[in-house]
C-alpha cells in the first residue's frame, strides 16, 4: 500500500512540461471549503505555497490566482491564529500541573503535566511549520485523507484538478466509504472487479517524488520474528535513483456536492507487484510510474479494449528504487 507521497508542487513548470491548463475554479472552492471546515491541514504547504507565489500555472497577474493567493493567506493566518491560541490554553494546563505537583503530587497531575507538555511540542513545531519560508520536503507530503494535484482529461484538455488521496467509489456515500477507508490505493488484480466503474472510464495521473510505506520491521532486516516478539513497523521513504518525476497511474471519482458543498473529486494510486529492491526492503506492493509517451492513451481510455491500458500498465518506467527510514 502507498501509504503516503511528496508530491510535485511546482504547477508553472507542471503544466509547461505537460501542456496543462490548472482547474482554478476546482482549487478555489476547495481552498475555500476546508478554511470554513477548519481542515486546512489537508492541504499539503507544498500545494497552498504554489499558489501563494503565483506558481499556479495561470498567466502572470491573473486576477483568479490573486484571489486564490489572498484566500490562502487568509486560511494559514487563520491557522496561526488557531495554533496559538490551543498553545496558550495548554500552556496554562501545564502550569496548573506543575503547581499541583510542587503542592501534593498525584498521578492525575503527573499525566497532565505529560500530555500538555507532549502537545505543547507538538503545537510549537506545527506552528514553526507553517510560518517557516524555507521549504521542506515534508512540505509536500500527502497521507490518506490530504488533497494532491492529479491530472486528468476534461474537455478534450489535460487538466490539474485537486483530488483526495482517498477514493469514493461510484454509488458510495459517506456512510460506506467510512467501512472501507483504503480505498486510496486500487490494486492491479482488481481492476475489473473492485475498481470496475473507474478502470477503462477515468484515469489520472499524480506527480510524485517519492512515496513512503509502512514495512514490518523483522521483514526489512530478513529475519523470523523471535520468541515472544510483537511485530513492529517502520516507515520506510522509496526514492528514484537518478532523482526524477514520476507519473503515477490512478483511478479517480468525482461526487456531486450537497447543500451548495463543491463537488468531491478524489482518487486512488494504482498498485502492483513491487520491482526487486521493493521487494527486498520487506514491502508487497509498489505504485505504478508509466511513461510520458503513454499519458495521452491513459487519459483517455477506451473501455472496450482494456487490454491497452494494461499495456500501459506494463510498459512502465522501471527505476531504480533507493530507500531510508523515514524521519
Same mark, same amino acid.
Request: glycine letters at 6%; a neutral charge.
Given at each position: 500500500m502507498? /501509504?503516503?507521497?511528496?508530491?510535485?508542487? =511546482?504547477?508553472?513548470?507542471?503544466?509547461?512540461? %505537460?501542456g496543462a491548463v490548472m482547474g482554478l475554479r476546482q482549487f478555489f472552492e476547495l481552498f475555500w @471549503?476546508?478554511?470554513? =471546515? @477548519? !481542515?486546512?491541514?489537508?492541504?499539503?504547504?507544498?500545494?497552498?505555497?504554489?499558489?501563494?507565489?503565483?506558481?499556479?500555472?495561470?498567466?502572470?497577474?491573473?486576477?483568479?490566482?490573486?484571489?486564490? *493567493?489572498?484566500?490562502?493567506?487568509?486560511? =494559514?493566518?487563520?491557522q496561526a491564529n488557531g495554533l496559538e491560541a490551543e498553545l496558550f490554553r495548554q500552556r496554562a494546563r501545564l502550569a496548573e500541573a506543575e503547581r499541583a505537583l510542587a503542592g501534593r503530587p498525584t498521578r492525575k497531575?503527573?499525566?497532565?503535566?505529560?500530555?500538555?507538555?507532549?502537545?505543547?511540542?507538538?503545537?510549537? @513545531?506545527?506552528? *514553526?511549520?507553517?510560518?517557516?519560508a524555507t521549504p521542506a520536503p515534508e512540505d509536500a507530503m500527502i497521507f490518506p485523507g /490530504? %488533497? *494532491?494535484?492529479?491530472?486528468? !482529461?476534461? =474537455?478534450?484538455?489535460?487538466?490539474?484538478v485537486p483530488m483526495r488521496y482517498r477514493c469514493r467509489l461510484p454509488g458510495w456515500d459517506v456512510s460506506m466509504e467510512r467501512k472501507k477507508p483504503g480505498t486510496y490505493n486500487a490494486r492491479r488484480d482488481n481492476l475489473e472487479t473492485a475498481w470496475r466503474q473507474l478502470f477503462g472510464y477515468r484515469h489520472g495521473i499524480l506527480p510524485i517524488r517519492a512515496f513512503h510505506e509502512h514495512v514490518a520491521r523483522h521483514r526489512l532486516e530478513h529475519r523470523e520474528l523471535g520468541p515472544d516478539e510483537k511485530e513492529q513497523s517502520v516507515v520506510l521513504e522509496f526514492r528514484p535513483d537518478p532523482p526524477q518525476d514520476l507519473l503515477i497511474a490512478c483511478l479517480w471519482s468525482r461526487h456531486k456536492g450537497e447543500a451548495g458543498e463543491p463537488d468531491l %473529486?478524489?482518487?486512488a494510486a494504482i498498485t502492483d507487484e513491487p520491482p526487486p529492491e521493493v521487494a527486498a526492503a520487506g514491502h508487497d506492493r509498489c505504485v505504478i510510474p508509466i511513461k510520458?509517451?503513454?499519458?495521452d492513451a491513459w487519459l483517455n481510455p477506451d473501455p472496450a479494449n482494456l487490454a491497452a491500458l494494461?499495456?500501459?500498465?506494463?510498459?512502465?518506467?522501471?527505476?531504480?528504487?533507493? %530507500?531510508?527510514?523515514?524521519a
Open positions: 502507498c /501509504y503516503a507521497a511528496q508530491i510535485k508542487a =511546482d504547477f508553472r513548470k507542471f503544466t509547461r512540461q %505537460y @471549503q476546508k478554511r470554513k =471546515d @477548519q !481542515e486546512w491541514q489537508k492541504l499539503p504547504k507544498a500545494m497552498r505555497v504554489a499558489f501563494a507565489q503565483g506558481g499556479g500555472g495561470g498567466e502572470e497577474g491573473d486576477p483568479e490566482e490573486r484571489e486564490l *493567493a489572498a484566500l490562502i493567506a487568509a486560511g =494559514d493566518r487563520e497531575a503527573e499525566n497532565e503535566q505529560r500530555i500538555a507538555a507532549d502537545k505543547i511540542a507538538r503545537l510549537q @513545531q506545527n506552528l *514553526a511549520d507553517l510560518q517557516r /490530504y %488533497y *494532491a494535484p492529479v491530472m486528468i !482529461e476534461v =474537455d478534450g484538455r489535460r487538466t490539474i %473529486y478524489s482518487f510520458p509517451q503513454h499519458v494494461y499495456a500501459i500498465l506494463d510498459d512502465r518506467e522501471r527505476p531504480f528504487f533507493e %530507500y531510508r527510514l523515514a
